[in-house]
């Protein structure tokens, strides 16, 4: 039965009880309520403040935008059943191909990809010491993480959530000092790589040695679109990777890939397995094919985007730098949403408000404009608007420094 015809059958169907029960809605009005919900503007409807993005892809302000392919994807997956685990086989086949991993599966995030490789490191191939994790003491599995001082950003939360205890090392020789028969893995920080005194390499090359796990979060390193494989290439054991960030698939996806029996082993703690560490970070279908299409398209049409954000970015400098003592930059940020980002100085004898203000005038203006400021400066990226907006951006700025 077509859905159509199940709404025109409610017209005349008693509603006795059940279902609808203490309701009387005809079909006309069902298959009203079904059209218009497309058409509510849920955020005006519940008085919440929407703004365009031209900071960053911070989680408490949602991220940022999927693609209009993996909206698609979305839609059209969600009309469907299919198994969970042959799904994470199958898309799981493909992420690996295209990023020279041996095998890769759709987490709930970056965070939720560290957590689940950490588990799997854990618990090798064995179930039952996966279901026992975080508690770890008598289980016969090991206990601690390795990690650089450097590189201590918090989300290694994410490894301690399995209950391992934290190892803290700042040179080779600490390093070497540091790994006994509990060690269980290496991990790297890529963000921090500047913060820590050993690279990728030795890193490597140390753990090869002691025949260690790595791990490495990579969550906001792509693009260069080369990063996608370049950590497995390089030898990683297990490479992190957020699908919310430039790659715009679904804000809680990730991804986590490597070497084939511990992404199988990380996959007996995760969904849809029920009494392990990893159940609450659940992904459905709609996600899992989401990030999918989001990680083929940016590998395809990654290098054409670059050139858009470039021109949104010249499009917004060429708007403000007739202004008086304006200053403009344009660069790119060698690690993490390594994307082009403009930067607006002026002198502030001659421009009197301070970049905080500017930025709050923007943020409570029509529609809201969320920026980074300093104290003569305002900086954005481009990359997370939807196409269009950085002309908004351009005029709103403009009209901003022209009042001072
Ligand atoms: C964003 C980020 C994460 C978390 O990624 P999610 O996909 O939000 O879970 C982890 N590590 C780094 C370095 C990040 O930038």
Redesign the pocket.
């Known amino acids: 039965m077509k859905r159509r015809d199940l709404l025109k059958g409610l017209t005349v169907l008693p509603l006795a009880g059940g279902v609808f029960s203490g309701t009387s809605a005809s079909g006309a009005e069902l298959a009203n309520v079904a059209s218009t919900a497309a058409k509510r503007d849920l955020f005006k409807e519940l008085g919440i403040r929407t703004f365009i993005n031209a900071r960053a892809?911070l989680?408490f302000m949602t991220?940022s935008l999927m693609q209009p392919e993996v909206i698609d994807a979305i839609n059209n997956s969600s009309k469907r059943y299919c198994m969970l685990d042959e799904l994470q086989d199958k898309v799981g086949a493909k992420i690996a191909e295209l990023c020279h991993a041996e095998a890769a599966t759709v987490t709930?995030?970056?965070?939720?990809?560290?957590m689940l490789g950490t588990a799997g490191v854990l618990s090798g191939l064995d179930a039952k010491k996966a279901a026992m994790i975080p508690h770890l003491e008598g289980s016969g599995m090991k206990t601690e993480v390795i990690l650089q001082k450097g590189h201590d950003?918090g989300?290694y939360q994410?490894m301690k959530n399995c209950g391992v205890t934290m190892v803290w090392v700042e040179t080779r020789a600490d390093l070497e000092k540091a790994i006994n028969e509990k060690t269980a893995m290496m991990g790297f920080?890529?963000?921090n790589t500047n913060q820590g005194q050993i690279k990728h390499k030795e890193w490597l090359e140390v753990a090869k040695k002691y025949k260690i796990p790595t791990l490495i979060?990579?969550?906001?390193?792509v693009p260069p679109i080369e990063n996608f494989w370049k950590f497995n290439d390089m030898g990683f054991d297990l490479v992190?990777l957020?699908?919310?960030?430039a790659i715009r698939g679904p804000?809680?996806?990730?991804v986590l890939m490597g070497k084939k029996d511990l992404i199988a082993a990380a996959r007996l703690s995760a969904s849809p397995r029920g009494s392990t560490i990893g159940r609450g970070h659940k992904v459905n279908k709609e996600e899992i094919l989401g990030l999918y299409v989001a990680i083929e398209k940016f590998i395809r049409t990654g290098e054409e985007e670059w050139n858009f954000w470039m021109k949104q970015i010249a499009h917004i400098e060429n708007a403000v730098k007739d202004i008086k003592s304006i200053k403009t930059r344009v660069f790119v940020p060698e690690l993490?949403?390594a994307t082009p980002n403009l930067e607006i100085s002026w002198d502030q004898t001659v421009i009197k408000a301070t970049g905080q203000e500017i930025q709050k005038r923007l943020s409570l203006g029509e529609p809201g404009i969320e920026l980074n400021a300093g104290k003569n400066n305002i900086s954005l990226v481009t990359f997370i608007m939807v196409p269009g907006e950085e002309k908004i951006v351009a005029k709103r700025i403009r009209e901003e420094l022209l009042i001072g």
């Open positions: 892809t989680t991220g709930s995030g970056a965070f939720s990809a560290i950003i989300y994410a920080m890529n963000c979060d990579i969550a906001a390193d992190c957020s699908g919310g960030k804000q809680s996806s990730g993490a949403n």
